[in-house]
């Protein structure tokens, strides 16, 4: 079965920490991860995703890092805002085909 | 603006109901997408299409149905809902071809079933 594992399930820091989001996906075919956000009563949006031929990749304050060796990625957020504050999905595809395998899901709160 | 709209926003129904969620865009995109979230349990993909003709299920299709009416409109029903069907329910939207993945996902329908 292709699974995506995510933790923690959930997660709560202060304002100006940096939260850290981990995955882990079994199917070593998989070549796109992205990770989704979703505020309360929206759906989800992609916030940044990363393909496997790079480590690294920035968006602002957020940050995906990757090792494939390991098969896992992970999302950071630095100086985490209140705004933040969402539940954050990754997942993991095949570049052009569209379907998408997504984690449980990670609650992030970020206080004031 | 190019959208993903879904209708009802949210309905309450009886076990043994049919039920139809609709699914409609205006971005153009081929490819569309039902999920169902339950908390804990993340986002499932019920049935897909990636064109009018094309129609595949996904993870979770028992007890559900699909119809692709036209590029544009993606409906899903139940045909007999039953409790364990409560949940919010979101359609997506993906363009065709290579390198192309990001899904574009409905404002969601929250359904219970009682």
């Known amino acids: 079965q292709q699974q995506v594992k995510q933790s923690p399930q959930s997660l709560i820091v202060q304002k100006g920490g940096i939260p850290i989001i981990n995955c882990a996906y079994e199917n070593t075919a998989f070549d796109y991860f992205p990770w989704y956000q979703q505020f309360p009563g929206k759906g989800p949006a992609l916030l940044i995703a990363i393909r496997p031929d790079v480590s690294e990749k920035k968006e602002g304050r957020f940050t995906i890092s990757f090792n494939k060796s390991a098969k896992q990625f992970s999302l950071h957020i630095m100086d985490s805002q209140p705004g933040d504050s969402a539940t954050y999905f990754c997942a993991a595809g095949l570049e052009g085909y569209s379907t998408l395998t997504f984690g449980k899901g990670t609650m992030l709160l970020v206080s004031p | 603006d190019a959208d993903v709209t879904q209708t009802p926003r949210n309905r309450i129904t009886k076990t043994g109901k049919r039920i139809m969620l609709e699914c409609s865009q205006t971005?153009?995109?081929?490819?569309m997408y039902w999920y169902r979230q339950d908390p804990g349990l993340g986002l499932r993909l019920i049935y897909y299409s990636f064109d009018v003709k094309d129609i595949n299920k996904g993870e979770i299709s028992d007890g559900y149905s699909v119809s692709r009416q036209a590029q544009a409109k993606f409906s899903l029903s139940l045909e007999s809902a039953i409790p364990n069907q409560t949940a919010l329910y979101f359609c997506?939207?993906?363009?065709?071809?290579?390198?192309?993945?990001?899904?574009?996902f409905g404002p969601g329908t929250r359904l219970t079933v009682l």
């Open positions: 971005k153009g995109h081929d490819r």
């Open positions: 997506a939207t993906s363009v065709a071809g290579r390198a192309h993945n990001e899904q574009f």
